[in-house]
């Protein structure tokens, strides 16, 4: 009694008593994917100066955290590596009266990007502002070895926003003396 041929390799038949075929490798942009899964885009942390308060007619200084590149680990499969970089672009701020975008993270001084209330929160639910964030990030990747279908691609941009961020604006009454 002699062995099929499937037999001798431990292989199991498939339907109509073949083996099954190989599973195909992933494509590059499979790993890329998977890369991009692996690897969370950082949130942006809102901050604002006056920190938790601000005053209509009074400049507010505008910063993010997390406005850094950030790149994947690489993937690899068969002969092919992959890895992702994301770039920051830009911030969009949502300030609950108006947007806008400032093209960097920001800063405490507010030389980069700020924003000046014309109305005060008290109309505002709870009295408050609620204000976002958004980092535009363009995404790209870069594969090597002797399997990748192209040697890197640029995916374009992708946001990602920051949670609601309560501020409180508030008038400073004068009195002139007349």
């Given amino acids: ?29 499979q790993l890329v994917d998977e890369a991009l899964t692996t690897k969370g885009f950082p949130v942006p942390v809102v901050h604002t100066a006056p920190n938790g308060k601000t005053y209509v007619r009074v400049r507010t200084a505008l910063w993010v955290d997390n406005f850094d590149v950030v790149q994947t680990e ?26 806008f975008t400032c093209k960097s993270a920001g800063s405490k001084d507010g030389k980069s990007c700020n924003y000046t209330y014309k109305q005060s929160s008290a109309r505002q639910p709870g009295g408050k502002y609620q204000i976002t964030a958004t980092i535009t990030w363009n995404i790209t990747w870069t594969c090597e070895g002797d399997d990748c279908d192209n040697a890197g691609g640029d995916l374009g941009e992708r946001p990602i926003s920051s949670g609601p961020t309560p501020l409180v604006v508030s008038e400073i009454q004068t009195n002139t003396g007349q």
């Fill in 74 to 99: 690489p993937v690899s499969a068969g002969d092919q590596t992959v890895q992702a970089t994301a770039k920051p672009v830009s911030v969009r701020w949502n300030m609950g009266e108006d947007e």
């Fill in 1 to 29: 009694m002699g062995l099929t041929d499937n037999e001798a390799v431990d292989a199991v038949n498939g339907p109509g008593g073949n083996a099954p075929p190989a599973q195909a490798p992933p494509t590059t942009l």
